[in-house]
Every structure is written in structure tokens, then in C-alpha cells.
Nanobody, 128 residues
Framework: QVQLVESGGGLVQAGGSLRLSCAAS????????MGWFRQAPGKEREFVAAINWSGSSTYYTDSAKGRFTISRDNAKNTVYLQVNSLKPEDTAVYYC?????????????????????WGRGTQVTVSS
């Protein structure tokens, strides 16, 4: 069992930055694929970014490329999402997720069904 707790969200002006964190419980954190998803008001949850167990491979949705960076610190059981150049359309609840999978392939890690565990989310609000 893995528990995920997100933090770091908040209210920020357009063009600003935030660093989202996701603290995970469990001894096997370093073996999990970790992902970030988001859900805007009135919309379905969508994939943002994912990272493999070692941090050597990452994958981003097109809207996140160049602005968001996913990273992890296995010694701290934490995954991060650095979000820069924020836009009002980035306003959403951001969710951390974990998948007990070793295979890391772009189309695969973007699918919600891959993930076994989810956090409760952290709100990011970007004002114009």
C-alpha cells in the first residue's frame, strides 16, 4: 500500500511558478513509476507528466513541455513538479499518482489506468 500526499499548490499570477511536491509512504517508492495529472473545473482529469523509477526517463503532455519539470528524490520518497510560466488555463487540481510498473513508455504512462495509487490533490489557481 502506498499513500501519496501532495503539497505546494496555491494562488499565483500568470507567469509565476510553483513547485509541487508529493510525499509517498512505503519502502518500494523507488520502484514506482510516478505521474502527475490535473483536473480543471468542468473537465476530465488529464495527464501532465511522468517519471520512471530512477528519474532517467520522463514524459510530458505537449502543453507541459518546456514549462513543467518532473523530478524525484528516492531517498526522500518524494516526487516534484516544477511549474513555470503559469497560465490561467493551468488552473486545476493537481494529482500525484504511483504505478507499480517497470515498463516506461510514453503512451503507456499517460494512461490513468496504469496507476495504482492516487493522492487527494493540491489546488493550483493562476490569476490573469
Amino acid at each position: 500500500q502506498v499513500q501519496l500526499v501532495e503539497s505546494g499548490g496555491g494562488l499565483v499570477q500568470a507567469g509565476g511558478s510553483l513547485r509541487l511536491s508529493c510525499a509517498a509512504s512505503g519502502r518500494t517508492f523507488s520502484s514506482y513509476v510516478m505521474g502527475w495529472f490535473r483536473q480543471a473545473p468542468g473537465k476530465e482529469r488529464e495527464f501532465v507528466a511522468a517519471i520512471n523509477w530512477s528519474g532517467s526517463s520522463t514524459y510530458y503532455t505537449d502543453s507541459a513541455k518546456g514549462r513543467f519539470t518532473i523530478s524525484r528524490d528516492n531517498a526522500k520518497n518524494t516526487v516534484y513538479l516544477q511549474v513555470n510560466s503559469l497560465k490561467p488555463e493551468d488552473t486545476a487540481v493537481y494529482y500525484c499518482s504511483a504505478a507499480a510498473k517497470s515498463l516506461f513508455r510514453g503512451t503507456l504512462v499517460a494512461a490513468e489506468g496504469l496507476y495504482d495509487y492516487w493522492g487527494r490533490g493540491t489546488q493550483v489557481t493562476v490569476s490573469s
